[in-house]
């Protein structure tokens, strides 16, 4: 979940502790738990809540009373903000000063350097000058070491005060503040170690939100605890999201930083710099003025009462007779609205008791203190007083902690009922499963949303292929999307526009499905990822376009791929979600008239982007109809189809070549085998081309071979007879002589045999050399008709390039050379040069037998059954409006922003990303492989598309009346947190709230009143009355 801060180990070892100390607070036959172990109404949770707010307070002023805030200074700030109605700040000043006071020279002994003498004497054992004796001795002496101190006297003041409104000098009430000073003595350098004076920055807190919180009996003139949380704001979702609960942490949060930074200025700055910076002469010295340390100081025995505890049958809080007297500035009252006479809360007289056990455990603590540390009276920096505020600072952190931590004990609390009553955590796709399920009950069957996986087939024929959008999570899981669908028959739509190119535009008359897709994201989490997924099955073909619409009858292209043979092509989706309507028009309220409008009309223009669509195409149809065949006559004509393709595809052959030529009263089988004499001899004009140009390169090839050895020849006359005879071994040829000849060896002449034979050649002669001039001059003779493209062997081998090439390079080098068709001279082929999309006229065919012939009857007949379907388009628009796609989520965005009072829906922009993933079988053999399209790949499978679509349009003149168009709305419905957090902590039914975000997509899409959309049953009356 979000926001959370929930320890929960650390929280429950805290609670097993201050529980064994509850029982000895309390009775011995008492028994409170933790509130989960207990049994209680939702309400409860709001009580325990306030309980545990109000403790906190009081253990608080607990605190606080000892730090200065005693009875006679609390009516004072609490008149400031009741009566004076202003705020008051808690601060802590503090101020430091640096003097010189005396330099003194002292002895300082180096215990660590010792001088020795050594003395040597000697001694005769008798007067006559007999023996003598030497004797040695040596004698250490201590080395004192004359150094300067220099003596600074530090001063420091500090203060704890609060002030009203925004003056801190009048109207003042002071809590404490103390002065005090210290030597500090240092060596080495006269330079003063702290600045002669230094005020530091005030730490300042907000103490408004506790003095509001505090009410005063008039009875007793007692000052209780008031905290209440208000149920009735929109801004109260749960015990522990609203605004009370939100601004009780932030205080408590700002007070304990407080006081921990209060605390560091004296551990850090007081007794780490200032303190630690004594560096007297002789150790020893200060080793005895050592103190004890601030940093030992610690709230572990300190009591805090507040824990989220239950009890069974307890009376209600406040009803019960105070059994000891209240020794805190603060008491808890008697909850207000309590309706029962018992309450799993603990009653008044209980917390009594804990908040006097905390009062206990601080007076202990402080006399701890008092022993260790110097009286507060000492001319110390060090003292009791600092101790007490760094112990403070301690209980007042451990307070808050304590606090944060039962707080969010609620909302755990919570999360686990929830868990245990439904069985497991939920999470976003267990959310999309089970709108997927109740989707399906809610709506009635011909308006339930249904799975974007579309066969794409013709009538009782077996399908061609399959798109489908599909999603998957971080499972893994693989499934299509479910929209909501509206179907559009062709023949009541006008025809819809596809421009290929600048030149070019298509007329398509299919059928058209309008789709809403409502997603779902939690929080800050991905959504999964979403592909566009088309395959294709054995021996079948269609031609796959993605793009947006840009007009009523207007399709903008974005990619497109043929699909052919069990090809499968994952088109990965991206998601770009626009701002909702709410926070759309907030954002440009403070523009000015001009920067609106332009605001406004690019908005628009987004939301008309967002219209998605997926065209599919049926190749075989179209084909049929391009071609002038009945319907079905290419549907088992499966070669026939592959070579179709490739002529229009690979060699963009105009279809006037291959169509349909004869009567129209022949036979299925005489127009089908018609077409195929045409595809036969297109074929065969394109193999005789090859076969020619494969020739061509075979005489250059043996022109190169022959430049070469006339080289060597001129080579070898120049250098003599013995270079010529390593010259012909190298080429493998035989010698230029018979005298060569008889010197060279057998394997010399062999090898020129083979090497002739391999190059189709004998060695050079005048005749070969005009025959190979004739050949040459041939090859660059253009065919009628035809423009062949020539490359010169010499141009792509270097001069110096050895001769030794064996068949097979020569051979590779011929399927590297461009070939282009070339026709036999029995037939006059005309091709005009191609361009896609337009073409340059051709010269019209000099005889009847050319291939290229006028359109037949039957061509016609299956143009006009074309127009007869966009004409029934066009009568049909005059009688019904065209539905306008680009004006869908306009439509949307105006009913969101005015039923969306969250704006957590947000219109979406589909649009296809790279790289693309194709799985393609190379044979019928082979194992399908995967390969990735990128932005290069799939700009040439777009324009391999465009160019067959080209071909079956004849440039836009046929219409497309074998497609179908899918246009995609999508929507994102947001939710902040995830589906827990959802549920728990914002209290909010997500279920509901996609309820009313999906009828008002599928009344805009379906073009019906809600009310129409949902089945019979309890689901009508209970959303009529959620959303009227």
């Known amino acids: ?6 320890h929960e180990q650390q929280f429950r070892s805290q609670v097993e502790s201050a529980l064994e100390l509850v029982q000895q607070v309390l009775d011995v036959n008492r028994k409170p738990r933790l509130a989960e172990d207990m049994d209680h109404e939702y ?15 009081a253990a608080q002023m607990n605190i606080l009373e000892r730090m200065g805030l005693t009875g006679n200074k609390l009516p004072r700030l609490y008149d400031m903000v009741h009566v004076d109605k202003r705020s008051v700040t808690l601060v802590f000043e503090t101020e430091d000063t640096c003097t010189f006071s005396k330099e003194q020279l002292v002895d300082v002994v180096k215990h660590n350097v010792e001088h020795v003498v050594e003395t040597s004497k000697t001694s005769s054992s008798s007067i006559f000058g007999g023996s003598s004796q030497t004797k040695s001795q040596s004698v250490k002496h201590k080395v004192i070491q004359k150094c300067k101190e220099y003596h600074w006297k530090v001063s420091a003041q500090y203060r704890v005060f609060c002030y009203s409104g925004n003056d801190p000098e009048n109207n003042v009430v002071e809590l404490l503040a103390r002065s005090s000073s210290t030597s500090i003595v240092t060596t080495g350098s006269k330079e003063a170690p702290f600045p002669q004076r230094t005020v530091h920055d005030p730490i300042k807190t907000s103490f408004t939100w506790l003095l509001q919180n505090i009410e005063k009996e008039s009875e007793k003139q007692q000052r209780t605890c008031g905290f209440k949380i208000d149920r009735s704001k929109d801004t109260c979702r749960t015990p522990r999201r609203n605004e009370e609960i939100d601004k009780s942490v932030a205080f408590f949060h700002d007070l304990s930083f407080w006081f921990s930074t209060v605390k560091q200025h004296f551990i850090k700055h007081v007794e780490t710099d200032i303190l630690g910076n004594r560096n007297p002469a002789n150790d020893a010295t200060a080793h005895t003025n050592a103190a004890p340390k601030l940093t030992s100081v610690s709230d572990s025995q300190l009591f805090c009462p507040v824990i989220p505890l239950l009890e069974p049958n307890q009376e209600v809080p ?27 809360l603990m009653s008044l007289g209980d917390i009594d008791k804990l ?17 260790v540390f110097p009286s507060h009276q000492l001319m110390k920096l060090v003292t009791i007083a600092e101790a007490s505020i760094v112990f403070f600072s301690l209980g007042a952190s451990s307070l808050f902690k304590q606090y944060q931590q039962s707080i969010e004990y609620i909302e755990e609390m919570l999360r686990k009922q929830l868990i245990a009553a439904i069985g497991k955590e939920v999470q976003p796709k267990d959310f999309q499963e089970f709108m997927k399920f109740h989707d399906q009950k809610l709506f009635a069957p011909q308006f339930a949303p249904k799975p974007f996986s579309y066969a794409i087939r013709r009538p009782n024929h077996y399908p061609y292929g399959i798109i489908s959008i599909e999603g998957s999570g971080n499972d893994g899981k693989v499934e299509p999307i479910n929209t909501h669908v509206r179907f559009l028959p062709g023949e009541d739509a006008p025809a819809m526009s596809i421009p290929i190119n600048a030149a070019t535009t298509i007329q398509m008359t299919g059928d058209r499905y309008l789709h809403g897709w409502i997603n779902h994201r939690f929080g800050s989490s991905s959504t999964g990822s979403f592909t566009l997924s088309a395959r294709a099955r054995q021996f079948s073909s269609f031609l796959l376009i993605v793009g947006v619409m840009a007009g009523a009858d207007q399709f903008s292209p974005k990619d497109a791929i043929i699909v052919q043979n069990k090809d499968e092509v994952l088109l990965p989706l991206l998601l ?9 028009k907030d954002a440009i309220v403070s523009l000015s008239p001009e920067q609106q409008r332009f605001a406004t009309s690019f908005r628009g223009m987004q939301l008309e982007s967002s219209v998605f669509g997926v065209c599919v195409i049926q190749l075989k149809p179209q084909m049929e109809a391009l071609l002038g065949l009945p319907p079905d006559a290419l549907t088992k004509e499966i070669r026939l189809t592959q070579d179709l393709m490739s002529l229009f595809v690979d060699y963009q052959i105009p279809s006037d070549l291959l169509s349909f030529d004869g009567s129209c009263e022949a036979s299925v089988k005489d127009k089908v085998d018609c077409v195929k004499g045409h595809t036969k001899a297109v074929l065969d004009v394109i193999a005789d081309a090859k076969k020619a140009e494969l020739e061509d390169m075979e005489q250059i090839a043996k022109h190169h071979v022959n430049e070469r050895l006339a080289e060597s020849a001129s080579w070898a006359n120049w250098t003599g007879a013995s270079t010529v005879h390593r010259g012909s071994e190298s080429f493998g040829c035989t010698p230029s002589s018979d005298a060569d000849t008889r010197r060279a060896s057998p394997f010399c002449t062999s090898t020129a045999h083979r090497s002739s034979e391999l190059f189709g050649c004998i ?21 009628s008709g035809m423009v062949f493209l020539s490359m010169p062997l010499a141009e792509t081998v270097p001069p110096r390039m050895s001769a030794m090439v064996d068949a097979r390079q020569c051979s590779m080098m011929h399927s590297m ?7 036999p001279a029995a037939v006059e082929v005309q091709t005009p040069i191609m361009v896609r999309g337009t073409a340059a006229p051709a010269k019209p065919p000099a005889s009847a037998s050319s291939v290229a012939s006028r359109p037949t009857q039957v061509q016609h007949a ?39 009072s969250d704006s957590s829906i947000r219109a979406t922009i589909l649009e296809t990303g790279r790289p693309w993933k194709r799985m393609r079988q190379d044979n019928l053999l082979s194992k399908a492989k995967q390969s990735r399209l990128n932005k290069d790949d799939c700009k040439s499978e777009m324009d391999k598309a465009f160019d067959l679509l080209d071909a079956l349009s004849r440039s836009g003149a046929l219409p497309i009346a074998f497609a179908e168009l899918h246009v995609i709305v999508a929507v994102t419905h947001c939710f902040e947190n995830d589906v827990m957090g959802t549920v728990v902590q914002d209290n909010v039914n997500p279920i509901e709230k996609v309820e009313k975000s999906t009828l008002m997509v599928a009344s805009t899409i379906q073009g019906e009143h809600a009310q129409e959309l949902i089945g019979a049953g309890p689901d009508l009356q209970r959303l009529t009355d959620m959303f009227p």
């Open 318 to 344: 406040g009803s019960a007779t105070r059994q000891e007297e209240p020794k805190s500035l603060l008491v808890l009252a008697s909850p207000t609205g309590t309706t029962t006479t018992t309450s799993p």
């Open 817 to 823: 050379m461009p070939m282009a068709p070339r026709p």
């Open 43 to 57: 309400d409860d949770k709001y009580a325990l809540a306030e309980f545990l707010t109000n403790t906190t307070i």
């Open 1 to 6: 979940m979000k926001y959370t801060m929930f």
């Open 763 to 783: 060695p050079s002669s005048d005749a070969d050399a005009r025959r190979a001039s004739q050949e040459e001059e041939r090859r660059r003779t253009p065919v």
């Open 862 to 900: 299956a143009v006009d059954r074309v127009a007869v379907l966009m004409s029934q388009g066009e009568g049909a628009e005059t009688h019904h409006s065209a539905l306008d796609f680009t004006s869908i989520p306009k439509q949307l965005d105006s009913l969101f922003d005015k039923h969306d």
């Open 355 to 371: 908040l006097n056990e905390q009062c206990r455990t601080l007076d202990d603590t402080m006399a701890e203190l008092t022993s």
């Open 576 to 584: 770009n979600e626009l701002p909702t309507a709410k926070e759309f």
